[in-house]
Structures are given as structure tokens and as C-alpha cells.
């Protein structure tokens, strides 16, 4: 069963921070175009992080300097960094894969592009 489970969301206050995971099963992870979207109530689901398996790593502006996404190939889980955590980070994170079909090509940032989904986790920060 191809899967993405995400855990670790919660509810901090402006400048803590969480680490998101999301657990990886039904294929190899290091090997997928991964990604965390977040979407805000009533706001369009956004890009965060894109991590592409040839080694790029693309941030939204918004969450540049204070966001990290790694990749623990043993354990097949995507975890995001998230430091100095304000207010407007609040949103349902949601973590998601692709199959690489290109390589030498970056991965795509669009959600669209995008078909394996997590069932998402909400976090939320109070000011």
C-alpha cells in the first residue's frame, strides 16, 4: 500500500518551534519527488518545501532561513524543521510524493503535479 502518514503537528507559540514527519510506505522515498504543502483557512493550499532526490531543495520565500527539510533514507520518512514559528504559519501541513520520471530535470513545486497525498496535520501558532 503506497502511503504517506504525517504526525508531530501541535500548537506552539510565536518563536517555538516543531518538527513535522511524514512516514513513508509502498515505495522509496529518496528516490520520489517530495514536497510539504501547507494550506491556511480559507487561503489556497501553498507550497513549502520541495526536495528533489538529485539533491535540490526549494523553499518558499516565506518559510526561507527558518524551515529544514531532510530525508532519513533508513527510516523512509520526510521531516520538516520548523523554527521561529509565527502566526502565519498556522495551517494544515500535508506532506506529498511523485514519482521522479525525469532525471536531470528538477521536480515540480506545484501541488498538481503531486498524487500521493498525506491525510495532513495541523499546526497552529499563537501569537
Known amino acids: 500500500l503506497v502511503q504517506l502518514v504525517e504526525s508531530g503537528g501541535g500548537s506552539v507559540q510565536a518563536g517555538g518551534s516543531l518538527r513535522l514527519s511524514c512516514a513513508a510506505s509502498g515505495f522509496t522515498a529518496g528516490t520520489y519527488c517530495m514536497a510539504w504543502f501547507r494550506q491556511a483557512p480559507g487561503k489556497e493550499r501553498e507550497g513549502v518545501v520541495m526536495?528533489?532526490?538529485?539533491?535540490?531543495?526549494m523553499y518558499a520565500d516565506s518559510v526561507k532561513g527558518r524551515f529544514t527539510a531532510s530525508i532519513d533514507n533508513a527510516e523512509n520518512t520526510l521531516y520538516l524543521q520548523m523554527n521561529n514559528l509565527n502566526p502565519e504559519d498556522t495551517a494544515m501541513y500535508s506532506c506529498a510524493a511523485e514519482r521522479k520520471i525525469v532525471w536531470g530535470r528538477m521536480c515540480p513545486t506545484g501541488r498538481y503535479a503531486y498524487s500521493i497525498w498525506g491525510q495532513g496535520t495541523q499546526v497552529t501558532v499563537s501569537s
Open positions: 526536495i528533489d532526490p538529485e539533491g535540490t531543495r
